[in-house]
């Protein structure tokens, strides 16, 4: 199907623009005579070269954009209105013009999920289907609400990962800087000093050893950078395959220390995407695809899907995530209990708060103990250096005095 620019006349008089799919012009004049609109102009909408990345419209600016929505549908504002408000609200002008484009759409004839999964970028997968369900159950507005937070604690949960990662990050760049500084240019200008001086054969044992990691790193630099880039562009290129993909997700969960801390955002991820969806009455089938979808990790990814056939089978959700053994032991308890009570989005939803705050808790325990371990290991390379180059100067210094 394809997308028609329509121009038709009202019976009033008044002209009206939009957009519209249908698979021929004839159809879209169709549709327009059958809504009492006489067809003025139906051609076929160009397509629009984009050269963006991602989403142009920020996680923030969704979240007042469907507050917004949720209180004015509350109020008892038709859909259109609503749209046609919003649109000349916000500062994002790319967001203006995709609401514009949603409203057209629904004024077209089309259902407002089905205007939104035009712009995926912007609205997910799960957003869709929560709006979806909202038309189908005429609680649009409790959908919105519900969205509204669900999208606020995502993205507090990115925020304590990122605000985490920010300090250490910065270290790590601070120390890497510093030793390179180190190798390649303060170490030679002492070792031309200690040429200069004479002394340059009767250097200590620790200040050889300096400058012979210093030379081997100078001499073998372009080697070097040309690891590091290979290193990238086979990361780059192995990411980029569902394997490749799988062996550093599965990296990521064991590694040592931010194993542990990835595992519980996975947890409260999944229960919080899937406690939202289920309580908005998605099917669970439905639910659990769209979930696995947007876990962010492919092993996760793959213990949903697993769990999924199983229920398609006719099982139960807590018996096979328990023999993916990718989720705690205590949380497939957790959602038994729920499915047993009937009551598995509250669970999941008391699950998602419980893992959010243990989030919170593992990230600033992650970073506390991450910051004074790179601080002592950077000081000890910088001052083991700086001892090495100034045994030196204090022996000649000790031999001038006794002279």
């Known amino acids: 199907m394809a997308e028609f620019v329509y121009e038709a006349r009202a019976r ?24 009492n609109l006489a067809p003025v102009k139906v051609k076929k909408k160009p397509k629009e070269l984009s050269l963006s990345f991602g989403s142009p419209v920020s996680e923030k600016e969704l979240v007042i954009f469907t507050r917004q929505f949720a209180t004015m549908i509350d109020a008892g504002l038709p859909l259109v209105q609503c749209l046609e408000i919003l649109s000349g609200q916000g500062d994002n002008k790319q967001f203006n013009k995709i609401i514009k484009e949603v ?26 289907n929560l709006v979806a369900a909202g038309e189908l159950g005429g609680i649009l507005d409790t959908i919105l609400s519900r969205l509204a937070v669900y999208i606020e604690k995502r993205v507090k949960l990115k ?14 760049f601070v120390a890497v800087s510093v030793i390179f500084i180190l190798l390649t240019w303060v170490i030679p200008a002492f070792q031309a000093m200690f040429r200069d001086f004479g002394g340059e054969d009767s250097l200590p044992a620790i200040t050889r050893f300096v400058i012979a990691v210093s030379h081997g790193f100078v001499d073998n630099l372009p080697i070097l950078i040309v690891l590091v880039v290979a290193f990238g562009v086979v990361f780059s290129l192995t990411y980029r395959t569902p394997k490749g993909k799988r062996f550093w997700h599965k990296t990521l969960l064991g590694a040592p220390l931010l194993g542990p801390v990835m595992r519980k955002i996975a947890v409260a991820r999944f229960c919080r995407t899937l406690g939202t969806l289920l309580s908005s009455g998605v099917p669970i089938l439905d639910a659990m695809d769209i979930v696995a979808k947007s876990a962010g990790n492919t092993i996760v990814e793959d213990a949903i899907n697993t769990t999924s056939d199983r229920i398609r089978e006719g099982r139960t959700m807590a018996e096979p995530l328990m ?14 209990v729920g499915e047993q009570t009937g009551a598995l989005d509250n669970m999941l939803n008391k699950i998602a708060d419980f893992y959010e705050e243990e989030v919170d808790v593992a990230v600033a325990a992650l970073t506390s103990m991450l910051e004074p371990i790179m601080l002592v290991v950077m ?19 000790g031999q001038v005095q006794s002279e």
Do not use: C, N, W
């Open 379 to 397: 000081g000890g390379i910088v001052g083991f250096i700086m001892i090495a180059m100034y045994m030196p100067i204090f022996e000649i210094a």
């Open 12 to 35: 009033s008089g008044e002209v009206r623009k939009g957009v519209m799919e249908a698979e021929t012009a004839e159809m879209v004049e169709t549709r327009l005579k059958a809504q």
């Open 323 to 336: 023999e993916t053994k990718v989720f705690p032991p205590m949380v497939v308890q957790m959602i038994g």
């Open 159 to 172: 925020s304590q990962v990122r605000g985490a990662l920010i300090y250490p990050s910065i270290i790590a």
């Open 103 to 128: 409203k057209a759409y629904v004024e077209g004839g089309g259902t407002f999920s089905d205007a939104l999964s035009k712009h995926p970028k912007v609205f997910d997968s799960l957003y869709v």
